[in-house]
């Protein structure tokens, strides 16, 4: 691992210890036993270490690379797979390198945002991936209809944002309470969700 991204993770690992973005040089320099010079010498100032952290924590973690989910069997298993392998994305963690270990996306995004660094970047990415989810499902969708595995008297845009809004129900409720049992959540109201959309 290179001297920068040892930076970034070690000083992302202190900030959720102490639960707040009010740290020191001298306190980034005693986690990463770096001088002050070696740290100044990748990054200008505190500011620009959390933009690396936000860049690589949420930023880069927001994206959903939609190439990995696999896609099989029935309408309602693709767009079921789909939901959950986006909620999995959020809830299995974020590894950080340096030190083995899993961290919950959960509290990088509350105390990130909360302190104020949920700049237009971070912003402008949840909304695209929001599209992006949408644009994903809207396939799946009209797919379901030419099938005739989704009923047709429901506009497409209406069905996908149905599913859209149940998916965020439960990702809000996971970052609110994060140690309940979210397939389960999950499961409960998806079928809930299809049963109102099937092809009748």
């Not at 909304?127 to 099938?147: A, H, M, P, S, Y």
Request: aromatic share 12%.
């Amino acid at each position: 691992m290179n001297t920068k991204d040892l930076i970034v993770e070690k000083t992302l690992k202190l900030i959720l210890e102490k639960g707040t973005i009010d740290i020191s040089i001298s306190e980034i320099r005693n986690c990463t036993g770096l001088t002050t010079g070696g740290i100044y010498y990748h990054f200008s100032d505190k500011s620009d270490i959390f933009e690396a952290i936000l860049q690589k924590y949420m930023v880069d973690y927001i994206k959903i690379d939609f190439d990995k989910i696999i896609l099989e069997g029935s309408t309602k298993d693709k767009i079921h797979d789909t939901l959950l392998y986006i909620l999995h994305h959020y809830i299995n963690g974020i590894e950080i390198e340096s030190i083995n270990e899993k961290i919950n996306y959960n509290s990088v995004i509350l105390l990130l945002t909360s302190t104020g660094y949920a700049h237009d970047e971070v912003n402008g990415m949840i909304l695209q991936t929001g599209n992006d989810i949408k644009l994903f499902l809207t396939d799946l969708v009209e797919e379901g209809k030419r099938k005739n595995e989704i009923r047709k008297d429901f506009s497409t845009e209406n069905i996908v944002e149905s599913l859209h809004n149940m998916y965020m129900g439960i990702q809000y409720f996971w970052l609110s309470l994060p140690n309940n049992d979210f397939d389960f959540i999950f499961e409960k109201n998806f079928e809930m969700t299809w049963q109102a959309i099937e092809y009748q």
